[in-house]
Structures are given as C-alpha cells and as structure tokens.
C-alpha cells in the first residue's frame, strides 16, 4: 500500500473514496479512529491508501478532479 492523499478534512477522504471506488480503484483510509486521541478537535491527518500498482492512475484521478494531495 502506497500513501495517496493525507487531510484532516473527512469529506475529503469520502469523496476521494467514491471517486477512486468509481475507477476500480481499491482505496483504504487509515487514521480514521484517531479522533479518539485528539479530542475530535481534527488536528491529525487522515491518510487514504491505494496499491502501489494502483498509485499513478489514482493520482490522475485526484489530479482530475483537483484534490490536494496534502503532502
């Protein structure tokens, strides 16, 4: 697994999840319980993974559709 994107914005990683999941794109997010360290004060990013095989086509898409990447 590649890191493709890092927010501390939820509807990011959603919506960069429905997109890749639209292309065939097998994505996971992790740090998505880290909530429960922080306070649920959204300081610490959030990461959405994909394969490494997958990465470049999932990086067009993010490219596409104007998503920062937040690296």
């Known amino acids: 697994m590649k890191e493709l994107l890092r927010t501390t ?6 919506y960069a999840s429905a997109l890749l999941k ?6 996971f997010p992790v740090d998505v319980h ?6 649920s ?3 610490l990013p959030r990461r959405l993974m994909v394969r490494e095989e997958d990465h470049a086509r999932a990086e067009r ?9 937040g690296r």
Not at 9 to 14: E, N
Not at 22 to 27: K, P, Q, V
Not at 34 to 39: N, P, T, Y
């Open 9 to 14: 914005d939820p509807t990011v990683i959603a």
């Open 41 to 43: 004060i959204g300081i």
């Open 61 to 69: 898409v993010m490219r596409d559709n104007e998503i920062d990447f």
């Open 22 to 27: 639209g292309e065939g794109i097998d994505c």
């Open 34 to 39: 880290m909530s429960v360290l922080e306070g």
